[in-house]
């Protein structure tokens, strides 16, 4: 799946660490991640990309917690 994270660098910050996260719990693999790259004028925002793979689904780790 490929991911664009787009916004303030405070918040692109929090969910990569938010995806980092997930990615240590085994939920999802970062395949690739960008640099941050700023927007053209004077935005104060920035992207990132992303590819990231599932590596088990939402429902397996809900029903592991039944």
């Given at each position: 799946m490929k991911i664009r994270l787009h916004?303030?660098?405070e918040e692109i910050s929090k969910f990569t660490k938010l995806f980092k996260a997930l990615e240590?719990?085994?939920v999802i693999e970062i395949l690739q991640q960008s640099e941050a790259y700023a927007d053209r004028g004077t935005s104060k925002y920035c992207r990132v990309y992303m590819d990231i793979s599932i590596k088990r689904g939402i429902d397996e780790k809900e029903q592991s917690n039944i």
């Amino acid at each position: 799946m490929k991911i664009r994270l787009h916004g303030v660098s405070e918040e692109i910050s929090k969910f990569t660490k938010l995806f980092k996260a997930l990615e240590e719990s085994g939920v999802i693999e970062i395949l690739q991640q960008s640099e941050a790259y700023a927007d053209r004028g004077t935005s104060k925002y920035c992207r990132v990309y992303m590819d990231i793979s599932i590596k088990r689904g939402i429902d397996e780790k809900e029903q592991s917690n039944i």
